[in-house]
């Protein structure tokens, strides 16, 4: 291989400093969201509760409360950028189930298929943000 075939992994790995700006907001874009999402969870927790029942959980109340706990301390995380990695595949866990009990469009016709169909599709581009935000930090990491 000649040298200039070779690629030095510090310059694979260097970022320009608008992308890390850009990453850095996308991250507090998320923990902003996830934060928010658990305050909007206290403020309806009867709701919430009455939707998961009515999705067949037989005691919905502590899994509200396991949410907007998952939820703050994930959002918390990325919103000062520390644990990110842990924080952000634990919310993409929290979203894939979320997607598996509360999104079956599969077993859904019509309308309500799309509808949720839709959901299911706006939360798996959360879950791939996500993935992103935690890939930047792991590159981020490679560095240091």
Request: a positive charge; charged letters at 15%.
């Amino acid at each position: 291989m000649r040298s200039a075939d070779r690629v030095d992994r510090s310059e694979a790995v260097r970022r320009e400093p608008a992308a890390s700006v850009l990453i850095a907001i996308a991250r507090i874009a998320f923990g902003v969201f996830f934060v928010g999402s658990a305050v909007l969870k206290l403020a309806a927790t009867g709701y919430m509760a009455g939707m998961l029942s009515r999705a067949g959980f037989g005691q919905p109340a502590p899994l509200v409360y396991a949410a907007m706990a998952l939820q703050t301390a994930g959002g918390a995380a990325l919103i000062i950028g520390r644990l990110i990695v842990p924080a952000a595949f634990g919310l993409i866990a929290y979203v894939a189930v979320v997607n598996w009990y509360l999104h079956p469009f599969w077993v859904l016709q019509g309308e309500e298929a799309a509808i949720q169909f839709q959901l299911f599709s706006k939360n798996a581009g959360i879950m791939a943000g996500l993935l992103a935000i935690a890939g930047a930090a792991v590159l981020d990491r490679s560095r240091a």
